[in-house]
T-cell receptor
Framework: GQQVMQIPQYQHVQEGEDFTTYCNSS?????IQWYKQRPGGHPVFLIQ?????EVKKQKRLTFQFGEAKKNSSLHITATQTTDVGTYFC???????????FGPGTRLSVLP | AAGVIQSPRHLIKEKRETATLKCYPI?????VYWYQQGPGQDPQFLIS???????DKGSIPDRFSAQQFSDYHSELNMSSLELGDSALYFC???????????????FGEGSWLTVV
């Protein structure tokens, strides 16, 4: 079945440093979605990418969807302590409805 | 804006007992998903319903069952509880997009189940 991988699993950065997490699916995705989960919280929707090669920005966050629609990345510029949490990518396969989550990247930001 | 409502927020049960979790999706959302998230793990898909019919099934144990009612709320029933069932259970909902953009899933705050 469909598998989604994310790297790195953990990332510790100093406040102000940049951070990138990569998401790879074993199958072509119809779209990719990114979620952020704070410790003790629930996943919160960040963004959805649909088109091949699409790039979207939210303030310091830049999201990219690969040309083959099988990989994606999230880049945070100049991290802040409020960026702490686990970032999940998720997406349904091209034919199907089931969302499969990646294992997440846990980001910690040291002040 | 209305969000996905889950109840109860916390539940403690003993082994072999039964537990029921409830989920009220965002109004006009026609699809409900259930996820299980163990400590330090990513959400694992259990089951989903579209228009009150089971639409997809993931790693849901046979001891668990779920359904979606006419008012679109959903219930997850868990029987013969085991210690390993202790987890955060998320319900999520989405509105089917018949275009190419697909669905966006919105999560509830989760129900903490502790089996002792």
């Amino acid at each position: 079945g469909q598998q989604v991988m994310q790297i790195p699993q953990y990332q510790h950065v100093q406040e102000g440093e940049d951070f990138t997490t990569y998401c790879n699916s074993s199958t072509t995705l119809s779209n990719i979605q990114w979620y952020k989960q704070r410790p003790g919280g629930h996943p919160v929707f960040l963004i959805q990418l649909v088109k091949s090669g699409e790039v979207k920005k939210q303030k310091r966050l830049t999201f990219q969807f690969g040309e083959a629609k099988k990989n994606s990345s999230l880049h945070i510029t100049a991290t802040q302590t409020t960026d702490v949490g686990t970032y999940f990518c998720a997406g349904p396969p091209l034919y199907g409805q089931n969302f499969v989550f990646g294992p997440g990247t846990r980001l910690s930001v040291l002040p | 804006a209305a969000g996905v409502i889950q109840s109860p927020r916390h539940l403690i049960k003993e082994k072999r007992e039964t537990a029921t979790l409830k989920c009220y999706p965002i109004p006009r959302h026609d699809t409900v998903y259930w996820y299980q998230q163990g400590p330090g793990q990513d959400p694992q898909f259990l089951i989903s319903f579209y228009e009150k019919m089971q639409s997809d099934k993931g790693s849901i144990p046979d001891r668990f069952s779920a359904q979606q009612f006419s008012d679109y709320h959903s219930e997850l029933n868990m029987s013969s509880l085991e210690l390993g069932d202790s987890a955060l259970y998320f319900c999520a909902s989405s509105a089917t997009d018949r275009g190419i953009s697909g669905n966006t899933i919105y999560f509830g705050e989760g129900s903490w189940l502790t089996v002792v």
